[in-house]
């Protein structure tokens, strides 16, 4: 059974730092990874879609790094900002069900001016 | 990028009360997804569909039930409200393999 672990589970930090969050999945199989951000009480909003045959995907200031071999992906946030704080969430889909997300706990994000 | 709309975004009612969720996305995606989430915990699915007339129960199991009768809509009912229905209730839609998520409704029964 897949499992989708975040660490560290809460980071506060000061603006201006770049962040490294960390994502771990026990079973390598998988057909895609997915990163989230989630405000307080709200959705989800997608950042990154990262393909079983990617390494790495980039959207402005933030990379996301895949390596399935050991099942793990880290997302980098540069410079953060104040409107970075948020929870962010890493979601996996499987290769034998690509219908299904399986979520970690998430990484709740303060960063401070 | 895909609409996905939620109402109503937060809802209190008593115990043993009908209750809709209702979800609507305006981008044509076959797939709907329902995720429970309790605070602070990982989203959960509990049900979904792959198109108009299709609907399965998900990994987490859950006394509410779906109904997918118009590829737009899919919504979400319980029949008679308990406190342990109390939680975050987030629609999904997808295209291809990149989900698209509603801004949730939050549920309090008393």
Redesign the interface.
Known sequence: KQE?TQIPAALSVPEGENLVLNCSFTDSAI??L?W?RQDP??????LL?I?SSQREQTSGRLNASLDKSSGRSTLYIAASQPGDSATY?C?V?TAYN????I????TRLQVFP | EAD?Y?TPRYLVIGTGKKITLECSQTMGHD?MYWYQQDP??????IH?S?GVNSTEK??LSSESTVSRIRTEHFPLTLESARPSHTS?Y?C?SSRG????????T?LTVL
């Open positions: 989708v057909y895609n997915q989230f009480g709200k959705g989800l909003t997608s879609l393909q969430l979601a889909r690509t219908d299904k997300l979520f970690g706990t998430g | 996905i939620q797939k602070g915990m990982e989203l959960h699915l979904y792959y998900g990994d975050q987030l999904a393999n990149e989900q698209f998520f509603g801004p949730g939050r």
